[in-house]
């Protein structure tokens, strides 16, 4: 039952972006920071994880930004997957300028690219819990 | 004794025909003298002295042919002889006499011959009338006449005189000539003839009547009108009354030719009206830079102006050609989106494509129904073969047509075609010229669209260039500053003792510096590329600005600091506005780290004060100054006061602040301190236009 299985895991950070160098770095820094972190490099792959149900994130870290499927529309799609509506998401984008953008998407938090450590686990510490 | 009665009776009947003839002969107003066999003057009366200006006294003895004008000698002897020899009793003719003062007076003599009792020829009497007056009157006449007959045939009118009862009076050869009017005809003087025949030629026959009839009911009015010929004269008419006192005795009609005066009249008002479209076309032709625009202003120049139709085709790249225009009056547009959608062929021997290939204008001024037929090899002048196009071109009408090409550089880069429908207008060289002159114009603005349009692109593939690299550049920056970071924070585990952690914080600390720089100049990258598409926009809410200025003092101040700049705060307390702090706070950080990087080692100063309704934010440094010569030039883009290798960069941090102010309807400035060093102030105006 994946509800029990969801209760005994570390909350799972979920990191959604097409660039390989990011998903690395992020899940790198995510991990030292004692999260367990679920990466995919397209919004496709991520729809299918999420329309899994193998597990239900804490937290969704979203570039906005992506080939075939972006940001924008990933957060319409997951709408209508069940659980998944309801989790956190935060934009990662090189664009500050997008903020107005972002606004309309509901999502509670936007990180300007480049990424900064302290900055990151300040907003992931709100939504989930780290281990130990 | 007195003498018998009937004797006496006699007497006095001789005696009173004496004193009555005598009396007569010396009172009488005429002339009279008596001369004798040998022709000369016996007795003069009173009148003759008077009339030649001579005495009895004087002329007794002298020969008549002595005051005769030397003219005249001739005849009068052969009077004189006609009585002497011929028997002839009178006589009645014309001559001068010569005056003393050399002046001559005309008689009439009328001359009888006196008879002795055998009828032997003894003299002669003549009795003169003065007839001076009346030869001169006679010979004035005859001047006047001949002047008026003279002057009606050197005239370059055509004259016509016709009395009362439409006869005929009087015409010159010139009237005849213009109307050709053969001259049996005007023998005939019958104004109704010559009419039937005149009315032939005349465009407007009806109208001609009319006005003669007008003209017939109102003698006396004076009226002029043009006429026009089928052979293409046109004759300037009028008419006035011929009148003797008040009385009109006929009517004076003059023609005048004046087909040339009037063709260089139009001629005059093309070449105006041409020069007049030129001039517009030119205006309107720059009034766009838009290609389209200006294609549909040149349509518009030329039709309805030049043409009823008008078509523009160019060439392309890749060698063929396109119809880009075609307009036609009055409007249709489903004919338009046919002929637009007709392929040109580029190789096709006329029309467009054969202008386009030739550079070489060409001119149809009468276009024959022939000339729109497909027949076996020919092709239509309009260069296409396309039945619907034809059929098209032939329900518009095409009855003149010119083509010219459109020629900028020395290359072609297209040709329009101009059609006069359904005339009147007929094309000639000079339309053609004219058009050509058009053509070039319009060759200069298409060029220069084209051109405006490249650089537009070049442009926007500039700025899609500098918005793709400074995102693509800010995605590896990402793992880097994590990267560093993450590094920074595992050196804070590393033992103190560590032999090489002193390095590995020197080296791990540059590379953040350097990120930081690198950061940085992508946003500045990102920024410019937002500032030229003008999509900077400003989130804006209500800020304290000595507040902000305090906070970001604060955060600098360690770089402050590590270039050894003691910074010293005056900021006067709540100046308020309605401002977009994250973009004032780049500006403020801008002119600090100038700050530090050219007044290093020295104090600077941050200032904020009211002024005048005007925050008035400054930052002043002791460095090496802005020389007055560069301050304009440093807000601009790629722009940096010190060419020295010492102070790298863009250049662009000083453009973005300005940008930054303007878009706040602030003011940015640089001026040279008093102590030396360089003070950059900013104004913003405390009542923004959004608040």
């Given at each position: ?54 597990f ?26 069940p ?50 | ?82 009585m ?26 009328n ?43 050197a ?16 015409s ?13 005809l ?53 008419s ?49 830079l ?28 890749g ?17 338009v ?19 386009i ?89 298409l ?34 500053r ?47 590329s ?19 200025a ?98 790298q960069?863009?250049g ?20 040279q ?15 923004n236009?959004?608040?």
């Amino acid at each position: 039952m994946p509800d029990s299985l969801e209760k005994t895991r570390t909350p799972t950070v979920f990191v959604v972006d097409d660039d390989e160098d990011i998903l690395r770095m992020t899940t790198f820094v995510l991990e030292k920071l004692g999260y367990a972190v679920q990466a995919e490099n397209s919004a496709e792959r991520a729809l299918r994880t999420l329309a899994s149900g193998r597990f239900k994130p804490c937290l969704i870290l979203l570039d906005l930004m992506m080939p075939n499927m972006g940001g924008a529309e990933f957060r319409e799609k997951i709408r209508a997957i069940p659980g998944a509506a309801e989790v956190p998401i935060i934009v990662l984008s090189g664009d500050s300028e997008l903020t107005t953008k972002v606004a309309v998407m509901n999502v509670v938090g936007f990180v300007q690219k480049p990424i900064s450590v302290e900055n990151l686990s300040a907003l992931v510490a709100k939504y989930c819990r780290a281990a130990g | 004794m007195s003498p018998p009665e009937e004797v006496r009776h006699a007497m006095d009947t001789d005696i009173a025909d004496i004193v009555a003839n005598r009396a007569v002969y010396e009172y009488s107003p005429m002339a009279t003298s008596f001369i004798g066999i040998e022709g000369r003057f016996i007795r003069v009366n009173p009148a003759f002295e008077r009339f030649v200006g001579r005495s009895e006294s004087e002329l007794r003895g002298l020969h008549f042919s002595e005051i005769t004008f030397p003219d005249d000698i001739q005849p009068s002897q052969n009077a004189f002889l006609e009585m002497f020899g011929n028997g002839r009793s009178s006589l009645v003719f014309e001559k001068r006499y010569l005056r003393p003062d050399g002046t001559a007076v005309w008689g009439l003599v009328n001359v009888a011959a006196i008879r002795g009792p055998t009828g032997e020829f003894v003299g002669a009497c003549a009795m003169i009338f003065d007839i001076t007056e009346q030869r001169a009157s006679r010979e004035r006449q005859a001047n006047l006449l001949s002047l008026l007959e003279a002057t009606i045939e050197a005239t370059d009118e055509g004259i016509l005189v016709i009395d009362e009862a439409g006869k005929i009076t009087t015409s010159n050869r010139r009237f005849a000539e213009l109307w050709q009017v053969p001259g049996e005809l005007i023998a005939a003087r019958d104004d109704q003839a010559l009419l039937r025949y005149v009315m032939s030629g005349l465009v407007h026959p009806e109208q001609f009547m009319s006005r003669i009839r007008f003209v017939y009911a109102n003698p006396a009015t004076i009226t002029s009108d043009l006429l026009e010929f089928k052979d293409g004269r046109i004759f300037m008419r009028s008419s006035r009354p011929q009148k003797i006192g008040e009385k009109v005795t006929g009517i004076v009609w003059s023609f005048r030719d004046i087909t040339v005066q009037k063709k260089i009249e139009a001629e005059r008002a093309a070449a105006f009206h041409r020069s007049e479209i030129l001039v517009d076309a030119s205006r309107a032709l720059a009034e766009s830079l838009d290609y389209a625009t200006t294609i549909r202003t040149i349509a518009e120049v030329i039709v309805p102006q030049i043409g009823d139709w008008s078509a523009i085709g160019i060439t392309d790249e890749g060698g063929g050609m396109r119809l880009v225009s075609f307009k036609v009056m009055p409007d249709d547009p489903k004919m338009v989106e046919r002929v637009l959608n007709t392929i040109l062929d580029p190789a096709a021997p006329e029309g467009l494509p054969r202008v386009i290939r030739s550079g070489k204008a060409i001119l149809y001024s009468e276009v024959t129904e022939k000339a729109l037929c497909v027949e076996g090899e020919e092709w239509p002048i309009v260069g296409t073969r396309d039945p619907q196009t034809l059929a098209g071109v032939r329900k518009l009408g095409l009855c003149s047509f010119m083509i010219v090409p459109l020629v900028i550089r020395g290359k072609v880069i297209g040709a329009m075609s101009i059609a006069s429908a359904r005339g009147p207008r007929r094309y000639d060289a000079r339309d053609l010229e004219f058009a050509e002159e058009l053509g070039r114009r319009i060759a200069v603005a298409l060029d220069s669209a084209t051109l405006y349009r490249d650089a537009l692109k070049t442009i926007q593939v500039r700025e899609d260039f500098l918005s793709v690299a400074s995102h693509e550049l800010r995605t590896p920056l990402s793992p880097l500053r994590m990267q560093l970071e993450m590094a920074q924070i595992f050196l804070k585990n590393v033992p103190a003792d560590f032999s090489q952690r002193a390095d590995l914080v020197e080296v791990i600390g540059g590379a953040g510096q350097q990120m930081g720089r690198l950061l940085k100049l992508v946003d500045n990258l990102l920024d410019v590329s937002r500032i030229t598409a003008g999509r900077l926009k400003l989130r804006s809410e209500w800020l304290d600005l000595g507040s902000l200025a305090r906070e970001v003092v604060i955060r600098f101040e360690p770089e402050l600091k590590r270039a050894g700049c003691a910074v010293t705060l005056k900021l006067e307390d709540k100046v308020i506005g309605l401002w977009d702090p994250a973009r004032l706070e780049q500006v403020l950080v801008n002119f600090l780290s100038n700050a530090a990087k050219f007044g290093a080692g020295r104090p600077v100063e941050v200032r904020l004060e009211t002024r005048a309704g005007e925050a008035y934010l400054s930052v002043s440094d002791r460095g090496i100054g802005i020389d007055p010569a560069d301050q304009a030039r440093i807000f601009e883009r790629f722009e940096r006061a010190s060419t020295s290798g010492a102070f790298q960069g863009f250049g662009l941090g000083l453009y973005i602040c300005r940008e930054i102010v303007v878009a706040h309807a602030g003011k940015i400035g640089v001026e040279q301190a008093p102590e030396g060093g360089a003070i950059f102030t900013v104004r913003l105006p405390l009542r923004n236009r959004k608040s």
